[in-house]
């Protein structure tokens, strides 16, 4: 069974970049399943998928301008890992991250029922 986990700062300052990364383990690693993604949860409002990549390398990002602008996924099938770089943050980006895995590419009105696994979350606030 494959387990993923989330690592990155629990406080950035605006205007800065967020650094996560998701370890991967178990199962076959990275080649359990295809897609790799990166989801928020602001607090009382719902999932908001933000990006994956694919096992092919290839990326997706959120049809949402801002997010997509400042978004970049990438990985390192070496450590079993793949990242997420969010730019330019602000206080709206304070939020529960989290990355999942899934076989099909979902990308709006996301729900915990479309990926296989998912990893705990981690909060990450953004404040001066």
């Known amino acids: 069974q494959v387990q993923l986990q989330e690592s990155g700062p629990d406080l950035v300052k605006p205007s800065q970049t967020l650094p996560l990364t998701c370890t991967v383990s178990?199962?076959?690693?990275?080649?359990?399943?295809?897609?790799w993604n990166w989801i928020r949860q602001t607090s009382g409002k719902d999932l908001e998928w933000i990006g994956c990549?694919?096992?092919?390398?290839?990326?997706?990002?959120s049809a949402s301008h801002d997010l997509k602008s400042r978004s970049s996924i990438s990985r390192d099938t070496s450590k079993s890992q793949f990242s997420l770089q969010l730019s330019s943050v602000t206080p709206q980006d304070t939020a529960v991250y989290y990355c999942?895995?899934?076989?099909?590419?979902?990308?709006?009105?996301?729900?915990?029922?479309?990926?296989?696994?998912w990893g705990q979350g981690t909060q990450v606030a953004v404040s001066s």
């Open positions: 178990g199962g076959s690693g990275m080649r359990t399943y295809y897609y």
């Open positions: 999942a895995a899934s076989d099909y590419l979902e990308t709006v009105h996301v729900k915990r029922s479309d990926f296989s696994a």
């Open positions: 990549i694919a096992n092919d390398g290839e990326t997706y990002y």
